[in-house]
């Protein structure tokens, strides 16, 4: 088991930046991908960023990037999402999960662990 914790989410002005945090626990391992999603009321969870377990490679969706970074710090076995101007449209729950597993992807369902989710909200 793998228990994840994501701090980090608050209430923001559209054009400022949070920093998002997601904690690891438990069977974790620097190897495994990790990625973070994100659901708006009334849409489905949709993938925002990923990264392998060394943190050489990460990949986006088209609406964040340029905007947002995820990196990681496996001493920590904690994964970053810095949000950088921040759009009302980026309101949303986030939530970091773990694939056990090299490669991260960005279907959901190909991830085994997840957090409980922070709340962004960008006010415009």
């Known amino acids: 088991q793998v228990q994840l914790v994501e701090s980090g989410g608050g209430l923001v002005q559209a054009g400022g930046s949070l920093r998002l945090s997601c904690v690891a626990s438990?069977?974790?391992?620097?190897?495994?991908?990790m990625g973070w999603f994100r659901q708006a009321l009334g849409k489905e969870r949709e993938f925002v960023a990923a990264?392998?377990?060394?943190?050489?490679?990460?990949n986006y969706a088209d609406s964040v990037k340029g905007r947002f970074t995820i990196s990681r710090d496996n001493a920590k076995n904690t994964v970053y999402l810095q949000m950088d101007t921040l759009k009302p449209e980026d309101t949303a729950l986030y939530y970091c999960?773990?694939?056990?597993?090299?490669?991260?992807?960005?279907?959901?369902?190909?991830?085994?662990?997840w957090g409980q989710g922070t709340q962004v909200t960008v006010s415009s």
């Open positions: 438990g069977r974790t391992s620097s190897t495994y991908a």
């Open positions: 990264i392998t377990g060394s943190g050489r490679t990460t």
């Open positions: 999960a773990v694939r056990q597993g090299v490669v991260p992807s960005r279907l959901p369902e190909e991830y085994d662990y």
